[in-house]
């Protein structure tokens, strides 16, 4: 492996302007696979939902899951496309031990889906990216390779496959080139992704997680020097699997492309893997042409040719556009503007929204998601659905504050134990003994003490000024370690001495 040369992304950018694609992978939520009656359910053992069309067994004939053209039929629309009238799968060829027919059904040149667009918010202006298709495939199996260091296959004993998930329905999302300005690059990026996201959860097609796989993003990415009409050699890191990531992937390649162009060198056109916990890129494979995969329509499977009626009865079933849904609950949520970009780029609308149905006010949703999550995401390089907190959880811990149970300070140790697998907010509270005291009893022993122990402000708040209280509050708080009611300690304070 040679040392890479990496130029800072201002640097590359007074230079080179990034052209990006992003590629999306969606797992549709279907009961069943995509050419036969297999259930697609999480987490079952190895290879027990299998059968010999998905095992590619011979003489096994597939057959369309109507619901997943459904499912690819709103996702079409919702993405702003026109539906096929009249499309076709396609046999991709190529070789992977996890993919036991050697090709993977796919569609090439009649896509059910194609010439749509959405409109994404970065800092407050509207990039348009333009979606050149969205076709549905099946996903492969998994290998899991053992024995070796990194888990994968190089230096491992051997390998093991699990063909449960081979066959279910994908939805694979192909934007055009995406030409934004260079510094913007990066953050549309990750907004395009979020958006999407948001877009396809909104339909109920899928579960979208970026950390379980069902939605899982490819960012190319090439270079041209400024004024130039002609594209660069991209590159294809995949399988990037969080928005923070997305938008380190892009630039930590631009910083790479750069310095291979600087240095007089060529790109290779090559798939490239994103490591997490460096945000850096290794070489993957080679990147093959379309031409090597030999495309021929798949003769086993029926075309697909949805009535227009039928199309016309799904769009009635799409859900509100995101931006009428953003305007909506801005307005319900009494957000400002800025409150309402900063939700959105954080990616946190939803949990928010899913907060603010559990019960928060959207002011409490908005403070825990955007502040004490949002540093815990950043800190962990996770994205905020995939802390290990739901906002139902986020919601129960509010109202155990406004209960008086607890109070913010005690919230966060709460969120540490829900997160740490401790259990509901309840039990973490009872298990780390988190619970405010508000009985007068105790609480009136601690003024007591806290009294005696600081007479100067004592006598302040005898003379009138209730304001010297907080040192006295203070005092109470740090004996009680933070689970004093304070609202309570100042009224007690302020009886005893007025
Ligand atoms: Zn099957």
Redesign the pocket.
């Known amino acids: 492996m040679t040392t890479e040369t990496l130029v800072p992304v201002d640097d590359a950018l007074t230079r080179y302007d990034p052209v990006m694609g992003l590629e999306i992978h969606i797992e549709l939520n279907t009961a069943t ?1 995509m050419f ?1 009656g ?1 259930p697609t359910e999480f987490g079952a053992a190895p290879n027990t939902q ?2 010999p ?2 095992l590619a067994l011979p003489g096994a004939l597939p057959v369309v899951n109507a619901k997943a053209i459904e499912s690819a039929i709103r996702i079409g629309l919702a993405l702003n496309c026109e539906i096929a009238e009249w499309c076709r799968f396609a046999r991709k060829n190529y070789f992977y031990p996890d993919m036991p027919k050697n090709f993977q059904t796919s569609q090439y040149d009649e896509p059910i889906a194609f010439d749509g667009h959405v409109d994404v918010e970065v800092d407050g202006e509207t990039y348009r990216i333009e979606i050149e298709r969205a076709h549905m495939e099946e996903d492969t199996g998994k290998s899991l390779h053992v024995g070796g260091s990194t888990g994968r296959i190089h230096g491992a004993d051997f390998s093991l496959v699990d063909y449960n998930r081979a ?1 279910i329905p994908l939805i694979e999302i192909v934007t055009r080139t995406i030409e934004v300005p260079g510094d913007k690059a990066p953050a549309v990026a990750r907004a395009y992704v979020s958006y999407v996201r948001d877009l396809i959860g909104g339909l109920g097609v899928s579960d979208v997680r970026m950390d379980q796989g069902s939605l899982r993003a490819d960012v190319n990415l090439s270079l041209k020097p400024k004024g130039s009409t002609t594209l660069g050699t991209r590159s294809e890191t995949k399988n990037v699997n969080s928005f923070r990531s997305v938008e380190r992937a892009v630039r930590y390649e631009i910083s790479r492309h750069a310095g291979i162009l600087d240095a007089g060198g060529s790109v290779l056109q090559e798939t490239r893997h994103f490591h997490e916990d460096t945000g850096t890129t290794s070489s993957g494979r080679e990147k093959s042409d379309a031409d090597d995969y030999r495309y021929f329509p798949e003769p086993d499977l029926a075309p697909v040719s949805p009535s227009r009626e039928w199309v016309e009865e799904l769009r009635a079933t799409l859900p509100e556009p995101p931006a009428v849904r953003r305007a909506r609950l801005q307005t319900d949520w009494g957000f400002t503007d800025l409150e309402m970009r900063d939700t959105i780029g954080a990616g946190a609308l939803q949990v928010v929204a899913e907060t603010i149905e559990a019960g928060a006010s959207p002011q409490a949703a908005r403070k825990w998601w955007l502040g004490e999550m949002a540093r815990r995401a950043n800190e962990q390089g996770a994205d905020l659905d995939a802390l290990g907190i739901t906002p139902l959880q986020v919601a129960e811990i509010q109202a155990l504050i406004d209960a008086g149970r607890i109070n913010d300070k005690l919230a966060r140790s709460v969120f540490d134990g829900v997160i740490a697998g401790e259990g509901t907010p309840e039990e973490v509270i009872v298990g780390r003994k988190l619970e405010v005291v508000s009985d007068d009893g105790a609480l009136g022993e601690a003024v007591d003490r806290a009294i005696a122990g600081d007479p100067d402000a004592a006598q302040k708040i005898r003379d009138g000024k209730q304001a010297a209280a907080g040192a006295l509050i203070g005092a109470v708080m740090k004996e009680m370690r933070g689970q004093a009611d304070a609202g309570r300690v100042r009224e007690l304070i302020l009886e005893k001495l007025t």
Do not use: F, I, Q
Request: hydrophobic share 25%; glycine share 12%; with cysteine.
């Open positions: 696979k036969c297999c299998v059968c069309v998905c066959g």
